[in-house]
């Protein structure tokens, strides 16, 4: 049985974690299987936005499987962590937007994809959280790094030293999740910002995208330069020039990627 399933509407890729009898856990193979979806949908031209949820009504994903690693020797579980490491940076480093909808429980390894994300929309139902320090280990998968540079330091480390479980609405509060949403709401929510993000320019959304995730990294100055790069490379598409005519013949306008 395949544990991520991909699915494919308009130019929406919908990736789904398949474990749900083990609340969509993450295991070696299911990694192996997300990197490789993740790989073809990078440089899938007819894909612009990508939505990753987990399968049913309970978990997005609980994390690491920890009846894997029960059985795991030492060498073992650093090949695992080396693995959700670079599948995460995979997933950040799509030039597509990626919307996490959190449909249920977003605890260690499951938060850390959800932030390695651009937006993520939670069902009012789902609880979340870096707990990995309740587990005497520590988040291993970029939450170190990825939280308190969206939510500063010290909210970053109340959260991670206390493992600290939240709640949706806590999540929002604390500046993590974009959007709280009835269970039953959450997806056609998801879609509806899908649509308003495919309603732009493909090369522009890209290239801006590239422009915020690398010029935060940086000082100033260097965001500038960076900033500008990005604009440089929309001016010769043809959909700059579809833009204009549009605007001029007062219609919308049809952008094709080029």
């Not at 699915?7 to 192996?32: D, F, M, S």
């Not at 500046?175 to 090369?203: H, Y």
Request: glycine letters at 6%; a neutral charge.
């Amino acid at each position: 049985m395949k544990t991520i399933l991909l699915e494919h509407k308009k130019q929406i890729a919908i990736v789904e974690i398949n474990r749900q009898n083990a609340l969509n856990a993450l295991n070696y193979h299911t990694l192996c299987e997300l990197e490789s979806i993740i790989e073809t949908l990078r440089v899938h031209q007819d894909v612009r936005v990508v939505i990753i949820k987990g399968a049913g009504d309970k978990a997005f994903s609980v994390g690491a499987d920890l009846k894997e690693r029960r059985s795991l020797s030492e060498q073992e579980v650093k090949r695992n962590v080396l693995k959700i490491g670079e599948v995460f940076s995979a997933v950040e480093a799509l030039p597509q937007p990626t919307i996490a909808a959190l449909n249920g429980h977003a605890f260690g390894g499951g938060m850390e994809l959800a932030l390695a994300c651009d937006f993520r929309i939670a069902a009012e139902e789902a609880w979340m959280g870096l707990t990995e320090t309740s587990l005497a280990i520590i988040p291993g998968a970029g939450g170190t790094q990825r939280l308190p540079r969206l939510i500063g330091e010290a909210k970053a480390l109340e959260l991670i030293l206390t493992a600290k479980r939240m709640t949706a609405q806590e999540a929002y509060q604390y500046g993590i999740i974009t959007k709280v949403v009835k269970q039953a709401a959450l997806m056609d929510t998801v879609m509806e910002l899908s649509e308003r993000i495919l309603a732009n320019g493909p090369i522009a959304v890209q290239q801006a995208k590239f422009a915020i995730k690398n010029g935060m990294n940086t000082d100033l100055h260097t965001g500038l330069a960076i900033e500008r790069k990005a604009y440089e490379i929309t001016i010769p598409t043809e959909d700059r020039v579809e833009a204009l005519q549009a605007f001029n013949e007062k219609r919308k306008p049809n952008f094709k990627g080029r």
